[in-house]
């Protein structure tokens, strides 16, 4: 493989850019898809695609220029053009510099007479010929039309010292000098069978196409190929994590089980007890367990959890529970301490914030086998926190944690078991696809005594007076907000500011702040306080959406409702309800268009957290739902899970075929897929042994 550096035009310099795009070679670069194309044809048909947007262009022979100076040390050239539909103009924008003429080249290249095609910003949406101009090509330069101009163009994400023009002109070297050489590794017949495009076409026209039919089948190749070698991936996980036996067992010995459930004081639901018996029976089986439990918000997936936890420490193994965030880590050892009163287990926390000393006893003492549950964030998986005897690694809130991360957490252990929790829900085949090497338990059942929340959108006035109403009665509120702090858009309200304000509209109550910015110590102090019933009404971000347990909170207010995601505003309803009292949940909109719309309509009408997944993934897509775009530990640089469904379905059912003929993919015809998924998926992101 040829290094970046040695591309035309790229460098050393350069070469450390690139590296921080994760692009090392020209390979690399040639498979660095655009999140984007730009339309800068004129007087082309427009075929509405969500993936090209309308780009302002002009051509036109340039009629004067003019060289203006501002106050503030701003020059700007403008360039008057005549054009097929009339006038036009743009202008240049250059910072004033002493003993330097900045506009030179400007001069040279748009001189009158002379024709040009100028890209930029529309300095009025109505006046589509006025541009704040970006970049500009003679009509003569050849080379410009190819990349540039007259074309679909592609959009790439950059980094800090790289320009979009030098970005395409970087892939267009790239595309002369590998895209003919782009090996298929897909087995004979199937691209054919598939009508997918050949993949030297394919990787062409995915940057520069010479039409939207051909954007559209290159793009539908590589998401194509994409899906096929993750959904292989994962089919050879499961069966290679089932092919091997654990070094040791589990018996039933209920010392630690028996006083757990007696100090509950309630009963595991059906769902719960089921969950358990399917955890209890992978744990008890020879091959290491691999189990996703998911579960509505307040569904009762911790202490099945705790469950499982403590039958591993009842047979002398210890557990590690990892969850998203330091408040959410810290939530659950409040609640793993209260659930584990009087029962003999030695539990511990570790997140960033532990102080050093503690740390270091921590470590000490996990390396000793004197810890049996240790609760911490993505801290744990450090190389420094070594077990004596890890037998069970649980993940909460598996969307924040990726393949690596699970990977590198298990291996602490001796082919320890792994038990992954979401409240998210997941569809059949995003399951299929995604956690593929996974079984499935569901505990569709919310415990005895929950009552329903109502939801309903009111303004921010109605919101406030019933939230004085709960703080009146001796109830607690939340009232949350999207930012911590101001940001460019005018109607997202932050955290901070608003919390001043509402110090003095609910004077005489005690109001709280909380946020992911503030000290440990501080976070720790404002949750013990709010739950302790010493806060009235506590004033967040999204940070609160998972773990906190306040029986006390009968009221969530969201405001910029319409800036969440419904899994978000879901999980954010399920703070409050946890109690003996009516609950609501009061959605706070500064406007109610597009798909914002349809969540706050969706959440007024879905109570069920696994309905209104499938809602989700119509208004939003897969990955959204998951919590990052493309589930990007997996490298998807092209596909999303929803959104090609379709595309999808084909690949599963050619995974399978494939599978079923050749196991091991071991004949001839599939030796270059078999590579390409040990590259992949064996060498960079070690998931499955191809060796």
């Known amino acids: 493989m040829t290094s970046i550096q040695h591309l035309k035009g790229v460098g050393p310099k350069r070469a450390e850019m690139f590296a921080r795009l994760g692009v090392a070679t020209v390979e690399d670069l040639l498979f660095y898809f655009p999140r984007k194309w730009e339309d800068r044809r004129l007087g082309a048909k427009k075929e509405p695609l969500p993936f090209v947007e309308d780009a302002p262009v002009i051509r036109g022979r340039v009629k004067k220029v003019r060289d203006m100076y501002t106050a503030s040390g701003l020059r700007i050239f403008k360039v008057f053009l005549e054009t097929a539909g009339g006038e036009a103009e743009a202008s240049f924008f250059k910072r004033h510099t002493p003993r330097f003429d900045v506009f030179a080249p400007l ?60 970005m395409r002109e970087a892939v ?11 090996p298929e590794f897909l087995p004979p017949g199937l691209p ?72 509950l004081g309630f009963s595991f639901t059906a769902a719960q007890a089921h969950a358990i018996k399917e955890i209890f029976a992978d744990m008890q089986a020879p091959t290491p367990m691999a189990r996703l439990l998911e579960g509505d918000v307040g569904s009762g997936k911790t202490v099945v959890a705790l469950s499982a936890m403590l039958l591993a420490a009842e047979n002398g193994g210890q557990c590690v529970f990892a969850a998203p965030t330091e408040i959410l880590a810290e939530q659950h050892f409040l609640t793993f301490e209260r659930f584990l009163k009087g029962v003999n287990v030695r539990c511990a926390l570790l997140t960033g914030r532990v102080a050093a000393v503690r740390k270091k006893e921590i470590l000490e003492k996990l390396a000793a086998g004197e810890i049996d549950i240790l609760l911490g964030t993505h801290s744990v998986l450090g190389p420094e926190v070594k077990f004596k005897s890890l037998r069970l690694a649980v993940i909460d809130e598996q969307h924040r944690f990726g393949v690596r991360q699970r990977a590198a957490l298990r291996a602490k252990g001796d082919r320890a078991d792994m038990l992954i929790m979401t409240a998210t829900p997941i569809p059949r085949t995003l399951l299929l696809a995604l956690y593929g090497d996974l079984d499935l338990s569901a505990i569709r059942e919310l415990p005895p005594g929950r009552l329903p929340v109502k939801t309903a959108e009111a303004t921010e006035e109605i919101a406030f007076n019933a939230a004085a109403d709960e703080a009146a009665k001796g109830r607690q509120v939340y009232i949350v907000y999207p930012v ?10 932050s ?74 505003l879901h999980q954010l309803r399920g703070r409050v309800g946890r109690g003996r009292w009516d609950s609501r949940c009061l959605l706070v909109a500064q ?65 399978d075929a494939l599978l079923a003929a050749d196991p091991g993919l071991a004949r001839p015809e599939n030796f270059r897929l078999r590579r390409k998924l040990r590259d992949l998926y064996a060498a960079k992101w070690n998931l499955i042994d191809l060796s």
Not at 484 to 493: F, G, L, P, R, Y
Not at 505 to 515: A, I, N, S, W
Request: contains cysteine; aromatic residues 8%.
């Open 107 to 166: 001069r040279k290249d748009l001189a009158p007479e002379r024709t040009v095609w100028i890209t930029g910003t529309p300095e009025d949406p109505l006046f589509l010929s006025r541009l704040r101009a970006d970049e500009y090509y003679p009509d003569d330069d050849a080379r410009a039309l190819k990349m540039h101009v007259g074309r679909l163009v592609p959009v790439y994400p950059l980094t800090e010292g790289l320009t979009p023009k030098f």
């Open 172 to 182: 267009f070297a790239a595309v002369e000098a590998a895209a003919a050489e782009a």
């Open 495 to 568: 955290v901070k500011t608003e919390f001043e304000r509402l110090k003095v509209f609910f004077k005489g109550r005690r109001v709280e702040m909380l946020h992911g910015r503030l000290p440990g110590a501080l976070k720790k102090k404002v949750m013990e306080e709010f739950s302790a019933g010493k806060i009235d009404i506590l004033v967040a971000t999204q940070v609160i959406e998972v773990g906190i347990d306040v029986p006390n909170a009968t009221l969530m207010v969201i405001n910029n409702a319409e800036r969440f995601g419904l899994a978000s």
């Open 484 to 493: 911590i702090e101001e940001t460019q858009a005018a109607d997202m309200k």
């Open 192 to 263: 054919a069978r598939r009508r997918l495009l050949a993949r030297d076409l394919a990787a062409r026209a995915i940057h520069f196409p010479e039409n939207n039919f051909e954007l559209v089948q290159a793009r539908r190749r590589f998401i194509y190929e994409e899906l096929l070698l993750l959904a292989l991936a994962w089919a050879i996980k499961r069966r290679q994590t089932r092919s091997v036996n654990k070094s040791f067992g589990y018996e039933l010995k209920k010392n630690l089980l028996t006083p757990f459930r007696e100090n």
């Open 591 to 655: 406007s109610r268009t597009g798909d914002g719309a349809e969540r706050l309509r969706a959440m007024t009408q879905c109570s069920s957290g696994f309905e209104l997944s499938e809602k989700d993934i119509y208004i939003r897509g897969a990955g959204e739902i998951l919590g990052v775009r493309q589930h990007g530990d997996m490298d998807l640089k092209i596909a999303d899970m929803s959104r090609d469904a379709e595309v999808l379905a084909e690949a599963l059912e050619d995974r």
